[in-house]
């Protein structure tokens, strides 16, 4: 049974999951907007993504080197945490906007877009 279990599974071990959301985080991080997610994997990258975020308002060491172990990228990391307080210094959270477009063609499942505001 899974009561009050929170975790995402989208239909997945927990190492390509793991990675699946590692690499959409970094890919959201740089290009600022993903399209090609499900509904349901937008909304767990928008969880990790607010995470990075949130660390990288933060500023600290510990928090860039939490960063620097989640997303693959270095000057990635670098860059985020320099322009992360003057673009989202006064926002309590809420850094990413879903968008949800047409279903897939081939089983209906509903699609959206995923940016950061």
Do not use: W
């Not at 907007?33 to 933060?58: F, G, P, Q, S, Y």
């Amino acid at each position: 049974m899974r009561h009050q279990c929170r975790v995402p599974l989208l239909g997945r071990p927990a190492d390509q999951r793991k990675a699946l959301l590692r690499g959409l985080t970094t890919q959201l991080i740089r290009e600022g907007r993903v399209t090609t997610t499900t509904k349901a994997r937008a909304k767990a990258l928008r969880d990790e993504t607010e995470r990075m975020i949130t660390l990288a308002k933060a500023g600290t060491l510990a928090a860039r080197r939490r960063a620097m172990g989640y997303i693959f990228d270095k000057q990635l990391v670098h860059s985020l945490f320099d322009k992360a307080q003057e673009r989202y210094g006064d926002r309590q959270g809420g850094y990413t906007r879903i968008i949800r477009t047409v279903p897939r063609r081939g089983d209906n499942a509903e699609m959206a877009i995923i940016e950061l505001v």
